[in-house]
């Protein structure tokens, strides 16, 4: 029975994507890493084509099988997945290798019987014999992009029906590779080599800096130059409007700095990076809850050598381990729904629920008024989130300053078009190479 390493890797991760609530992001990387340069690419564009085109995967099995989802078992509709993705999205695939190692991955699973439903669906599919027909234009938008139609309707609401169209597309297209230096690369490497490294890193053509961020690049792929510096620890992979975020705070002035949740510590590191370069004495200090996450953030610390981060453990929801006036400045990346990394994370567009805004903006809401309360006379709290919804963004602010006079908002130090009425700022994920992100600056007054 042959299946590729690449497609059966692909086939374990979707499956226990849907059984066991795992998140792709995570299980990747730890398949990618068994796998030669060949099954890893092959196994990353499987995953998540799969992941963000499932609605409409789906409603070709029901439409070919006259049947409900719910009628077929799992290990079945994930082959059925796989092989109707690579029929109508890879265009190098051959069609005998797509059928086949489906119906092997069927009878790898277990599930016998089924090989030839899945062979009889996969020719019919390879020979274009389906006819999807629509109730309306509303629903052709929900299945062809693989969104939900309850959340394209709250996108709507807020955005109008074009930019939601934007939006959904984009979060299907495959994202560019972001990344930065890193504090070890400045430490270890003279101003002559860093100039050298940039400079033929520079030279492939599929990589340039960032028109909207100085010091990040951007990469249509990855290559041995990138792979080289990130074994190296020299290069960060990190999110456009993630820096953009870190960027906020600056470092060429004295005070206390606190990365409130931190892990894994994307932001607080790039932080430390600038504070390096600018022989800064900014005193900073970062945190989270769980365990897991605290040892994410100090592996990441350690990683980049960035010695002089303060690390503590605490509960964000809760009463803070520090006295009143402790901080000049505090970033609350706040945890929140992350409709804004779809792009990134596809199956968060399927496991949210329409009460979950609110839930997650109480716990916002705790973790804003708890910085409230260490905060320094004059100090500045950035909020930011990487959600698209007014309940975690918008309205947690409106929120917080109504219970709170002694704040005021603040304009963010952005780009003006990534400025919104109201002194706030966000980032849309169909107009630059990032995830959506919302950002405020509040301000203590007395």
């Not at 849907?18 to 990618?32: D, G, M, T």
């Not at 990346?333 to 596809?346: E, F, L, Q, Y």
């Not at 009460?355 to 903006?361: E, H, N, P, R, T």
Request: with cysteine; charged share 30%.
């Amino acid at each position: 029975m042959k299946i590729s390493p690449a497609r059966k890797a692909t086939f374990e991760i979707l499956q226990k994507i849907e059984k066991e609530k795992a998140f792709s992001s995570i299980l990747l990387p730890v398949y990618e890493d068994k796998l030669s340069p060949k099954d890893r690419s092959l196994c990353h564009k499987l995953t998540l084509g799969v992941l963000r085109n499932k609605l409409y995967l789906d409603f070709i099995i029901e439409n070919l099988t006259r049947k409900k989802l719910n009628k077929f078992d799992l290990e079945v509709i994930n082959s059925l997945r796989i092989g109707i993705y690579q029929l109508l999205f890879l265009e190098k695939i051959p069609t005998y290798s797509a059928i086949n190692e489906s119906v092997n991955l069927v009878k790898f699973a277990k599930k016998k019987s089924a090989s030839g439903l899945v062979n009889a669906v996969l020719r019919r599919v390879s020979r274009n014999e389906f006819d999807l027909k629509y109730k309306n234009e509303f629903e052709k938008i929900s299945i062809e992009t693989s969104h939900p139609t309850w959340l394209l309707e709250k996108w709507i609401e807020q955005y109008g029906l074009e930019t939601t169209k934007k939006i959904a597309l984009s979060n299907n297209q495959t994202p560019k590779i972001a990344f930065r230096f890193t504090t070890k690369f400045y430490k270890q490497k003279s101003e002559k080599e860093q100039t050298k490294i940039k400079e033929n890193l520079l030279s492939d053509s599929a990589v340039n800096e960032s028109p909207i961020l100085d010091g990040a690049y951007i990469s249509d792929k990855t290559n041995e130059k990138i792979r080289e510096l990130n074994d190296d620890r020299f290069i960060y992979f990190q999110d456009i409007g993630s820096q953009i975020i870190a960027d906020l705070v600056k470092t060429n002035s004295e005070g206390k700095f606190l990365d409130l949740c931190a892990a894994p510590g994307s932001k607080t590191t790039y932080i430390a990076s600038k504070n390096y370069l600018h022989n800064s004495k900014l005193t900073l200090f970062a945190g989270d809850f769980f365990q897991h996450r605290v040892r994410s953030l100090k592996g990441n610390i350690a990683a980049q050598d960035c010695d002089l981060i303060n690390l503590i453990r605490y509960d964000a929801t809760k009463s803070l381990p520090f006295s009143e006036n402790s901080f000049n400045v505090i970033l609350i990346d706040a945890p929140c729904s992350g409709t804004g990394t779809i792009k990134h994370n596809p199956e968060i567009r399927f496991r949210l629920k329409k009460d979950d805004f609110i839930s997650l903006q109480k716990k916002q809401l705790q973790i804003l008024d708890n910085a409230s309360k260490i905060i320094s006379l004059d100090g500045e709290i950035i909020y930011s989130t990487c959600s698209l919804e007014k309940e975690e963004n918008e309205e947690v602010i409106d929120l917080f300053l109504d219970k709170n006079q002694n704040f005021e908002k603040k304009l963010p130090n952005l780009r003006n078009e990534f400025l919104i009425d109201d002194k706030f700022g966000k980032i849309l994920p169909h107009k630059y190479e990032s995830d959506g992100f919302f950002i405020a600056a509040l301000r203590r007054i007395n």
